[in-house]
């Protein structure tokens, strides 16, 4: 639609032109006056009609099958048939009958169609012949060179047009800082990635997915505390909503080692409903607790989950209550498990339960139960070193 309107706007109305009377024949003009006529009504058919029927003549000159051109290719316009609009001013350009001004105009406009036909060498060659025009504005010129070389994948060229517009511009609007950024990220010129965005989340703060690419740039670069603290402000001012954001966040606050921020915004994310309590939320929120030293709040939440009689979780309980020096309550826990013989879980269960009764000065139940664990393939290195200390 944006196209269409460019290509209107640019249309050379001649028939308002006591110019174009000089250089064709009367009979030529009056057929285009109908002709156009019909297209206000919106006939294009019966216009295209008389149009092409102009066209076959041999006696029209350049001049008048360039407006014949023109005007077809308005109707062409009409019909999104943008393959024919470029066919037709190729023409006019090779016809080279009208004057310079007219012929940069139409350059100009299938520079354009160009573009939306995919056609970026073409359009990129013709724009660079555009940029001393005297009657186009170079910002104009500039931004069909920014999007046909960032199509062509030739991103440096983007950026080097991108700069020039970007310095003989006030307003500069969201969609070029985006190919912008996009262009610095495809040549993994991350510096300048961060830098774009940073103005980027200046000027759209509201965009949140701009905040999680300049958390995730300055992630790139191991800036883990300015990829933390950027998350926190777009949290703070709202804009974080999406869960995988949040989720995202809070493994960034993992990674810095902020447990306590990391628990509760998974704390919040859950009862809010944000996030849905699967088995792998469940193991973030006993992790976060943990680290966070709310080991009451981790042993709480395994025993209230519906995944707490797995093994895997009673051996984390167990552990827990290990580090709450409740050796009698981790003692009962592993006793609940069932595991197969020599296994790694079984290794562990037991080189626990051998720590809890040396804890609570059962030696020789510990030493006992460690002389078994040596025959665990798993965990018989570490059952030696305890055992030889207690021997000893």
Not at 251 to 265: E, M, P, T, W
Not at 273 to 285: A, C, P, S
Request: with cysteine.
């Amino acid at each position: 639609m944006m196209l269409k309107k460019i290509l209107l706007i640019i249309f050379l109305c001649f028939y308002t032109s006591a110019f174009a009377k000089m250089h064709m024949s009367k009979s030529t003009y009056n057929s285009l006056m109908k002709a156009q006529k019909l297209i206000e009504k919106d006939d294009y058919k019966t216009s295209k009609k008389i149009l092409e029927e102009l066209l076959k003549s041999d006696s029209k000159n350049d001049y008048e099958k360039s407006y014949i051109l023109q005007t077809l290719s308005n109707i062409y316009i009409h019909e999104d048939n943008y393959k024919k609009v470029a066919k037709a001013y190729k023409q006019i350009i090779k016809y080279n009958a009208f004057e310079k001004d007219s012929i940069d105009k139409i350059k100009f406009s299938l520079s354009k169609i160009y573009l939306s036909l995919e056609k970026y060498k073409p359009s990129i060659k013709l724009s660079n012949e555009l940029l001393n025009s005297k009657v186009l504005k170079k910002n104009d010129v500039y931004e069909t060179l920014i999007l046909a070389y960032y199509y062509e994948k030739k991103y440096k060229k983007s950026i080097e047009y991108s700069k020039k517009y970007f310095s003989s511009k006030k307003e500069i609007k969201e969609s070029w800082y985006k190919i912008l950024y996009s262009s610095y990220v495809e040549i993994k010129d991350y510096n300048n990635a961060i830098k774009t965005m940073e103005i980027m989340v200046k000027l759209f703060s509201k965009n949140e997915s701009y905040w999680v690419q300049l958390a995730s740039l300055y992630q790139e670069k191991n800036r883990l505390k300015d990829s933390l603290a950027t998350l926190e402000l777009a949290y703070k001012n709202g804009v974080l909503k999406n869960k995988n954001n949040i989720l995202y966040f809070i493994n960034i606050s993992l990674q810095n080692g902020v447990y306590k921020k990391a628990n509760d915004l998974l704390t919040k994310a859950v009862e809010t409903g944000l996030v849905k309590e699967d088995k792998k939320i469940f193991e973030l929120l006993v992790s976060t607790h943990a680290n966070a030293k709310d080991i009451d709040l981790a042993i709480k939440k395994i025993k209230s989950s519906e995944y707490g009689n797995e093994n895997k979780y009673k051996l984390i309980l167990a552990n827990l209550y290990y580090q709450k020096q409740e050796f009698k309550n981790s003692i009962a826990i592993l006793d609940t498990m069932k595991t197969k013989r020599n296994s790694k879980t079984a290794g562990e269960k037991e080189l626990l339960k051998a720590l809890c009764f040396y804890e609570l000065d059962d030696k020789k139940t510990s030493i006992k139960i460690l002389k078994q664990v040596v025959k665990n393939p798993y965990q018989k290195k570490r059952a030696r070193s305890i055992l030889k200390s207690l021997e000893s």
